[in-house]
């Protein structure tokens, strides 16, 4: 099979709205957390998270008609017409099959939560439910083609890429389009505070998020979109445009263990990790960069840990480790879309984004930590592990661009 | 642009197939005893707080390997694809009414590993004790084409000895009141196919045909879905009537389109000496 590689970068995160304000931050170990404090049923409550707080206007838009979409539309729609027009895809996206694949960990969900908050009662009128968001997308952005919406929890991105990149492969379209988009809305934020999931460090919100630190005590919520535009390799080429990185290999597996409470056994999500050498026909050796799930919870990041050493091997100590959580906030159905943009960043630029706010390692978490800053290191090859709810493992692995 | 050749085509086999409908009183007392069948371990609270969707699917699954004759053991290694029509409907209702009365609180735990879209195939890979992918797909308006889509993609993208490919949908979708149970009567619906990998030439089989890349398509114009330039949508019921004559003795066939892409093929036939005509 041809490869297939990534030519056009959309996102709007709470640390940029472009590939490169997002990867200049990150490389810089910048943090987007900070403190909310809103109003729920006549109390305050406090919450830390990464929100985008304003999405930028899409071009051939009017401005109060764009801000009246729901903030998951407008990142969506934002990062997709800019992921086109990096490509240079954007005037001829007519003539050309566009693929889409969105990964959405509860779709209707957010539809009717936003629908909800807006006074209306959308949830009791099924009627009106007769949208996607990929539908909206192609009808918005006029693209035509195959689509899908995945969802994996916290994993989804990773799905999108791996089917696009199938689809490319395949010929059953000229481009695709994979990637997430994510709202960290008030009850789910709560369903992860109930579940004793997020950080209560209130006094030190951008010190929250510190996966692999001994004194973690939970994630932080962040929100954005990030979309990309695959394509096959020859025909990058052909069209002179940017090759960011190809997309070498995807594995994915189940723990079979519980709905929420991370497996301790590492070696499901070993499994996955495997399988996406596996597939991109690279060994431990290779990777230059793992761009780790940990979010930041006591369970799973040394259970992650775990199945890195059981991957790594010998090499465990060897290649550099980092949570880009630590900085962006945990993204859920998103995060693995923006953690592809971290580990693109380290391919392009070969320097490795930190996890910041990792002062004192846990020792259960024993790899090669990057902490506080970012350090120089030769990358041709990145995995990014990205693990959900259900038991859902995948890891994506990403190639230098050559 | 690179053209692929014409008539590109993915196909599986289905080895068994089962479908099971409900409404939404007897999912409710299913919640209370969780199926048991061979191979597979339920702990007696695991569906306490699942999805009436999830319960149906899981029901689905014991008839399709009774169907089939298969023991959950077989399937350990498969992939799990959840295609659950608008799940979490009924909860939502009292969710948002719960959080606007007392806050963030009193939101459940359970609410974002129950209500997505992969929420069926964890529960299911759970109970079959299977450690191959588990993915959600589709979940609304044309998610049957979206899941067979995703389903026969995925055997390439992951070498994978077989696919559970799981449906449901209400009929007619509920409306709930502020505790979350339906204000009228409903029934879900729920299809199991279980596939593997290559379809065989007369037997059971679902395939994916795409168009040319030079075929002619429509400009989707502003404003416009692109489901307004298809015909009526396929449900979980026409499906499940296919399942229903199939494993009944009676053969079988189903077509959609493909949106945006071709077309989808399910062909059930009654193959000589096999069980389904025994009985």
């Given at each position: 099979m041809e490869a297939v590689c990534i030519t056009g970068i959309g996102a709007t995160t709470p640390l940029g709205h472009s590939y490169e304000a997002i990867a200049d931050a990150l490389i810089a170990g910048r943090s987007a957390t900070r403190l909310l404090v809103e109003e729920q049923a006549g109390q305050q409550v406090k919450s830390i998270t990464s929100l985008v707080d304003e999405v930028p206007l899409a071009p051939g838009y009017d401005a109060a008609a764009w801000s009246a979409r729901p903030k998951l539309e407008r990142m969506a729609l934002w990062s997709v017409g800019a992921a086109l027009r990096d490509a240079q895809l954007y005037d001829r996206r007519q003539q050309l099959r566009i693929g889409l694949v969105v990964g959405q960990a509860s779709e209707w969900y957010r539809h009717w939560r936003h629908d909800h908050a807006s006074g209306g009662n959308r949830v009791c009128q099924?009627?009106?439910?007769?949208?996607?968001l990929a539908s909206i997308i192609q009808s918005e952005l006029q693209i035509f083609g195959p689509s899908s919406s995945v969802g994996a929890a916290c994993a989804s991105a990773n799905y999108a890429f791996a089917l696009a990149r199938r689809w490319v492969e395949l010929g059953i379209v000229d481009v695709c389009i994979a990637g997430s988009s994510e709202i960290a809305c008030p009850i789910t934020r709560a369903n992860f505070a109930n579940l004793r999931a997020?950080?209560?460090?209130f006094d030190a919100p951008e010190r929250?998020?510190?996966?692999?630190?001994?004194e973690r005590d939970g994630f932080v919520m962040g929100e954005g979109a990030a979309m990309f535009v695959l394509e096959r390799t020859s025909s990058a080429r052909r069209r002179g445009?940017?090759?960011?990185?190809q997309i070498a290999g995807f594995g994915a597996s189940s723990d079979?263990?519980?709905?929420?409470i991370p497996c301790e056994d590492p070696q499901p999500a070993a499994a996955a990790m495997r399988a996406a050498l596996a597939d991109a026909q690279?060994?431990?050796?290779?990777?230059?960069y793992v761009n780790a799930h940990?979010?930041?919870?006591p369970v799973g990041d040394r259970a992650e840990a775990r199945a890195l050493g059981m991957v790594l091997g010998p090499h465990k100590m060897r290649t550099p480790v980092s949570s880009t959580k630590s900085m962006t906030g945990h993204l859920v159905s998103a995060a693995a879309a923006v953690e592809a943009i971290a580990c693109i960043a380290a391919l392009d630029r070969q320097l490795i984004p930190p996890t910041i706010?990792?002062?004192?390692?846990?020792?259960?978490?024993d790899i090669l930590h990057v902490p506080g800053r970012a350090i120089a290191h030769k990358v041709d090859v990145a995995l990014s592990n990205s693990f959900g709810f259900g038991g859902s493992n995948t890891s994506l692995v990403l190639r230098k661009a050559c | 642009m690179l053209a692929a050749p014409p008539g590109v085509k993915l196909g599986a086999t289905i080895v068994a197939a089962g479908e099971f409908s409900a409404p939404y009183a007897r999912l409710t007392e299913m919640r209370r005893m969780p199926p048991t069948f061979a191979g597979a371990d339920i702990a007696?609270?695991?569906?306490?707080?699942?999805d009436e969707h999830t319960i149906a699917v899981i029901e689905a699954v014991r008839l399709a390997l009774q169907h089939g004759q298969l023991d959950a053991s077989q399937t350990r290694d498969w992939a799990m694809l959840s295609g659950p029509r608008y799940i979490g409907r009924l909860a939502a209702k009292q969710l948002v009414t719960r959080f606007d009365r007392q806050?963030?609180?009193?939101?459940?735990?359970?609410a974002a590993s129950q209500y997505s879209l992969n929420s069926p195939a964890a529960a299911v890979s759970i109970v079959l004790g299977s450690h191959g992918p588990n993915v959600g797909v589709?979940?609304?308006?044309w998610g049957l084409a979206d899941g067979c889509l995703t389903a026969l993609s995925l055997f390439d993208v992951q070498a994978v000895p077989g696919a559970w490919l799981l449906f449901s949908q209400w009929d007619p979708e509920p409306i709930a009141d502020e505790r979350g149970q339906p204000t009228h009567d409903c029934t879900c619906h729920a299809v199991a196919l279980a596939l593997r990998p290559g379809s065989a030439t007369d037997g059971p089989s679902l395939s994916a045909t795409f168009d040319a890349p030079g075929a002619p398509r429509p400009l989707i114009r502003?404003?416009?879905?692109?489901?307004?330039?298809?015909?009526r949508e396929p449900m979980v019921w026409d499906l499940a009537t296919c399942v229903r004559n199939w494993n009944s003795g009676l053969p079988t066939s189903w077509s959609c389109p493909l949106p945006g892409a071709g077309q989808l093929d399910l062909n059930l036939p009654i193959e000589a000496g096999s069980a389904r005509l025994v009985a």
């Open positions: 099924p009627e009106l439910d007769g949208q996607t997020l950080s209560r460090r929250a998020a510190r996966p692999f630190d001994l445009v940017r090759n960011y990185a079979a263990s519980h709905m929420i690279v060994e431990p050796s290779d990777l230059g940990a979010t930041g919870t706010n990792l002062d004192q390692p846990d020792p259960d978490c | 007696a609270h695991f569906l306490k707080h699942a806050g963030g609180s009193s939101i459940t735990t359970h589709g979940g609304g308006p502003s404003g416009q879905s692109p489901f307004d330039l298809l015909g």
